[in-house]
Nanobody, 119 residues
Framework: VQLVESGGGFVQAGDSLRLSCAASLLPFGDYAMGWYRQAPGKEREFVARISRSGGATNYADSVKGRFTISRDNAKNTVSLQMNSLKPEDTAVYFC?????????????WGQGTQVTVSS
């Protein structure tokens, strides 16, 4: 089982980034997916999640209205579109998965991708 993130980078405040996660979980449509992040010196925190059908999404208050999670079950991918980035969004972003309808306790994690937002 592999979750491989891509798309991180160094951007300026106000810029956008799109993170992607390619999953080897099969069948992909049986897994709820999500994104977490961990900033230096802080605990890992929830960012966004999407149900296995893609019909339900949830976001942390800190990213609501700026980030959008989506999935393509035909391509086994989940994405996180991040707009209006802020320096406080700087963190390592992790893709997560659970064999469930809704992501509550991830059983699978990616290695993470660094996002750095400069002011």
């Amino acid at each position: 089982v592999q979750l491989v993130e891509s798309g991180g980078g160094f951007v300026q405040a106000g810029d956008s980034l799109r993170l992607s996660c390619a999953a080897s979980l099969l069948p992909f449509g049986d897994y709820a997916m999500g994104w977490y992040r961990q900033a230096p010196g802080k605990e890992r925190e929830f960012v966004a999640r999407i149900s296995r059908s893609g019909g339900a999404t949830n976001y942390a208050d800190s990213v609501k209205g700026r980030f959008t999670i989506s999935r393509d079950n035909a391509k086994n991918t989940v994405s996180l579109q991040m707009n209006s980035l802020k320096p406080e969004d700087t963190a390592v972003y992790f893709c997560a998965a659970a064999y469930a309808t809704i992501l509550t306790n991830p059983g699978y994690w990616g290695q993470g991708t660094q996002v750095t937002v400069s002011s």
